[in-house]
């Protein structure tokens, strides 16, 4: 039947989404390589996107671009390899990010809560780093 094929590879994409590890293994260099000039062209777009603003609302931008780039790059080294230390390391990229974030947005603030949200935005970032290394220690007993 001329189906036949099709359902194979609707089959065999479904696998692959649901396998992340099987999937991992089935990135070829040329679908990383092509994801990664994605996020780099990406980057760029939002980078330039930024150069039309001013003052902080410039660097917020600026720092939410290269944040959106370095949490996307980490993301696709995990789903290169499948690795639990990768996702793991993606996760805390992700915090280190949201921070850098949260603090360049704390600079609209005014001088008396501007302390109190680089504050609030550390707390942020440490209760997230806190999660990971009891995830990876939970992760390595079992």
Do not use: H, W
């Not at 099709?6 to 649901?18: D, E, Q, V």
């Not at 939410?64 to 995990?78: G, H, N, R, S, T």
């Not at 805390?92 to 302390?115: L, M, P, R």
């Amino acid at each position: 039947m001329t189906f036949q094929p099709l359902k194979t590879s609707l089959m065999l994409a479904g696998l692959l989404a649901f396998s992340s590890g099987f999937a991992a293994d089935q990135m070829s260099k040329d679908d990383y390589k092509a994801a990664k000039d994605q996020i780099s062209a990406t980057y760029k777009s939002d980078k330039a996107a930024c150069a039309k603003m001013d003052g902080n609302a410039k660097d917020v931008c600026s720092a939410e671009a290269k944040a959106k780039e370095k949490v996307a790059l980490a993301d696709l080294d995990y789903k290169k390899s499948g690795k639990d230390s990768d996702r793991i390391k993606a996760a805390k990229v992700k915090a280190e990010q949201d921070y850098a974030v949260a603090k360049e947005k704390c600079e609209d603030k005014s001088v008396t809560d501007k302390g109190a949200c680089k504050k609030e935005a550390k707390a942020a970032e440490d209760k997230a780093m806190a999660d990971l290394k009891a995830e990876k220690k939970v992760a390595s007993k079992g």
